[in-house]
C-alpha cells in the first residue's frame, strides 16, 4: 500500500476498533492488525493510542454539517435535525460517542479534545442557521446561538444516544416546529405585560 492508503486503513481501523472494543480495550496491536500493517506504521504516525483518538474525534468532530438554505427556520432546523438523526444512528456512532463520552468522565485530554471540537462545530451552526433567521425577519437581532443549539441538539441526543427510542416519521418536523416556536417565543422583544411582571412589587 502507498502510503495515504496506509493512513486510510489505520484510520479506518481506529474506528471500527473503537465501536468493537471501545476505547479501554482499543490497543495499537489490535488496530494494526484489523489495517493489515505493522505496529511500526502505526507509531510512525502517533506515539499512542490516545494521541491516535484525540486526532480522529478532532476530525470527525470538526468537520462541518451541509447547512443549504431553506428559506425558513423551520426548515434550515429540520434539514439540521435530519443529518444529526443520520450521524447518531449510525451503528458505528451510536457505540462510539458514549464510550469517549464516559472516557472523557475519566480523561482531561479527551474531555477537552471533545468540548473544543464539538462547541466549534456547534457555534458554527448556530451562527449561520440563526444568522439567516434574523436576516429573513424570523427572529430578532441579539438571539443567542448557544441556546439554539442546545435546543437542537440536546432533545435529539437523548432521544437517540442515551434513550435510545425510535424515531416516529413525523418526529423531526414536530421538532423543527417546536423547536421554532420556542425560539421565537424565548427570544421576542418583552411585551408592556412581560416588563410588569418582572418588576419587583
Known sequence: ??????????????????????????????????????????????????????????????????????????????????????????????????DLLAEAARNPQIAHTLQDALLANQREIGVRLIGRAVERGELPPGTDPEAAVDLIVGPLYWRLAVARAPLPDAYLSRLAASIAAALVAGFAAPTERDVDSRAPA
Open 1 to 98: 500500500m502507498l502510503r495515504g492508503e496506509i493512513t486510510t486503513a489505520i484510520r479506518q481501523a481506529v474506528v471500527q476498533e473503537l465501536a468493537a472494543a471501545g476505547y479501554g480495550r482499543l490497543s495499537i496491536e489490535a488496530v494494526a492488525r484489523r489495517a493489515g500493517v505493522g505496529k511500526t506504521a502505526v507509531y510512525r504516525r502517533w506515539s499512542s493510542k490516545l494521541d491516535m483518538v484525540l486526532e480522529m474525534v478532532t476530525d470527525v468532530a470538526g468537520q462541518s454539517l451541509p447547512m443549504p438554505d431553506t428559506g425558513s427556520l423551520r426548515g434550515d432546523l429540520e434539514f439540521v435535525l435530519r443529518i444529526a438523526a443520520r450521524a447518531l444512528r449510525h451503528p458505528m456512532a451510536s457505540q462510539i460517542i458514549p
